[in-house]
């Protein structure tokens, strides 16, 4: 059979239509978002709420939002570089990091709604399955469903644990444990021992150890920051421990401190001083006078 160039005429191009622009940017996921979004004719102007989980290569950003015509809506945010509030000092992206920052978004949005005192969620953290019910004769339990966004969902990402730290915080998200650290696919077994390990940072405790017993210059170069903010490979479970204690102590969010300019310094500036009226009038004045000296001199 011949080969038959497929010749796109004017037809074709004046019935094509563009995607959407967050798709041609590779933002967006349409296909896993109508499912998101979509909210039953029967509950009305009823929120569906997302629990939205994004990594970038210094933070983690969870945020609780629900969807309207005009924009997404966010209720509730919460960072890892809130963490260092909380005495997590360095390691903000890793899975303990998420665990915590889940966490402290469960505590905030639940405290929002004055449900922080009903529904406490998981207090003693042993990695196994837990999810919220609700408690009858009160308010239902705060719904809301994972959002990845682009994400690759692969057994034991980090994703999970922003996850996980939310429902043990207090907040119902349906979900199952195929795709938390310790599930094998093979035997189709669970360990929860594998789990909490994770929620606490030993495996990285475990990485530490091992790092510098057998390349200590390596072990320098990667874990600097660890080594400069005095965290040692031991100390980390208790650091957990006690950062978990403190996020449900207090989660409501800090204000950061404006840094005070030290006597003495100049401020480096890239434009000029905007000048007064007095200012302005006088430099006018003096290109007058200096424009009839000019003139002066050549009548000369």
């Not at 004046?14 to 004719?41: H, I, M, N, P, S």
């Not at 505590?107 to 207090?123: H, P, V």
């Amino acid at each position: 059979m011949p080969f038959i160039k497929v010749v796109k005429n004017k037809a074709y191009f004046k019935r094509y239509q563009v995607k959407f622009k967050r798709r041609r940017e590779g933002k967006t996921d349409y296909y896993a978002r109508k499912r998101l979004v979509v909210q039953d004719k029967n509950k009305y102007n009823t929120p569906k709420y997302r629990m939205i989980v994004r990594f970038t290569n210094k933070d983690i950003i969870v945020q609780i939002a629900y969807a309207r015509i005009e924009g997404d809506v966010v209720v509730a945010a919460a960072y890892s570089h809130e963490l260092p509030n909380y005495g997590i000092k360095c390691g903000l992206t890793n899975y303990a990091a998420a665990y915590c920052t889940g966490l402290l978004l469960a505590r905030r949005i639940l405290q929002k709604f004055n449900l922080d005192s009903i529904y406490e969620g998981q207090t003693e953290i042993d990695g196994d399955e837990y999810s919220v019910k609700d408690v009858p004769g009160q308010p239902g339990a705060f719904r809301a469903y994972l959002d990845v966004g682009l994400a690759r969902t692969t057994t034991g990402a980090r994703v999970f644990g922003a996850l996980k730290g939310a429902v043990d915080g207090g907040i119902d998200i349906p979900h199952s444990m195929k795709r938390f650290p310790g599930y094998d696919n093979e035997s189709k077994n669970f360990s929860a021992e594998v789990h909490r390990k994770h929620i606490f940072g030993l495996h990285v405790s475990e990485y530490m150890k091992m790092l510098e017993e057998d390349n200590e210059d390596a072990y320098k170069r990667q874990f600097g920051q660890f080594i400069a903010k005095g965290v040692s490979p031991d100390s980390f479970e208790s650091l957990y421990k006690n950062a978990h204690a403190a996020i449900r102590a207090d989660p409501t969010p800090k204000k950061a401190e404006k840094k005070k300019k030290e006597e003495g310094t100049k401020v480096k500036r890239w434009n000029r001083r905007k000048m007064t009226s007095a200012q302005r009038k006088d430099r006018v004045k003096q290109r007058k006078e200096a424009y009839l000296k000019t003139l002066n001199k050549e009548d000369e």
